[in-house]
Structure formats: C-alpha cells, structure tokens
C-alpha cells in the first residue's frame, strides 16, 4: 500500500472496529503458533503494528525486536497505549526500509495482501534474513469455506473478489494456497511449513447463536491448522532457497 494511504484504514485497527472480535481471535491465535515453531531468537524483525496484538508476544520472546510501520497514527495509538514497550519502532514504508542487520525471524503478519507489490517486498526483506534464519507470512484465504459459501449464495461474484470488509482493511488482494507458496518461492525462498488459521464454517452472526460460543471459536482455531485450504487463513513457514 502506498504511503499516502496508510492512515486511510487505521479505523479497522482501533479498538471497537467491526472486525474485532475475529481480529482478537486470529491476531491472537497466529503468532502463539509461530513463536512454537521458532521458540526464542536473538533478533526478530515484525513488519508493521497491525492491532498491537503481536508486538508484546514476539518482544518476549527475542532479545532484539523491530518493528517497520508505515502510519505514524498507528505508531502514536499503540505508544500511547503501550509506553512500557522496550522494542524498537522505525517509521518507514516497508518499501524503503534499509538496515545493515540481518534477523534471525522476519514477521509478514496479514501484510502481503496489502501492499502494491508482494514480490518487491519480499525480495527486499529476504536480504535481511540470516542465512538460517526464518520467515513466517500469514494472509487471507481467497477459498476459505466461508468465501466458498458466498460465492455459492451469490454473496461475492468470484472467490477473488475483495468485498466491502477486505476494502475497509485495504487489502489489495486474496491468495489462495498455491498462489501464496508461489509468490513466496518465486523470490528465493522455500516453504517448511504451512498451515491454516480458522476453519469458520458460518457467519460470525449465525456462530454467536450457538451454545458455548467461545468454545467453538477455540475448536475451529484447533481444527484449522490440518485444513488450509478451507480456512480463513495460511500461514507459511520458509526459509532461504
């Protein structure tokens, strides 16, 4: 996404957005299964604020944080809510980021499908990846269940199609899971691991009705991660080709 539209979404990520409760869901749930997977590391670089679930699970765990945020009102939003934070915030487009460090982790966390062009981030950012470090992505699923569903109900036109919420968080794109192992393998990196993130089988307003709501959002997290294909997202694991 282009610098001068960076602010434009900051609504979705403040406290009380629609999206919210499946953002906490998710935006909880995604980084405890990538810090499984790395456990701690001496340098970790984060690629943008998003909510501000991530920035004090992944400080925890890594002596060296950095987190790159292209909107100085998210920065603002999450000092001003979190003054204790001991990581390192640099304002900058992920475009233009420079460092001499090299990371033991690079996080992508639901940010591919927002910038103008994967590929040139990607490319940019495997450059700052020690040579066995690891890079954890995660995005949207164009063929999640639910998607699948509101193409078969006439609710979106075509299972790429970005609807009003995708707009609302300025996506500019969905993946599916071929296409993003490709985009990640076409910039010289090799997938480990993959996985999904929510296997959501109906409206988040239709599983508000059932008994023991919270209960069932645990599972459907649980049940996920063997099904990407059907989830609501991917998370992938790579590491240099």
Known sequence: MKAENLDNVTSEYLPNAVTSIENNLILNWYPQRMVERFGRCQSLLDLGIGHGYTPHLFNKVCDRHVIVEGSQLVIDLFRKNSPDFSG???FSYFEDFETDERFDVI???FVLEHVDDPAFVLDRFRRFLKPNGRLFAAVPNAKSMNRRLGVELGKI???YSLNANDLALGHKRQYCRDTFRAEIENQGFRVVHEE??????LPLPVLQTLPDFEANLQAMLKVGIEFPDLCVGLLMEAELA
């Open 88 to 90: 390192d915030i640099v």
């Open 107 to 109: 996080i992508m966390g």
């Open 157 to 159: 036109d075509d299972i």
């Open 196 to 201: 999904g993130i929510y296997l959501k089988p």
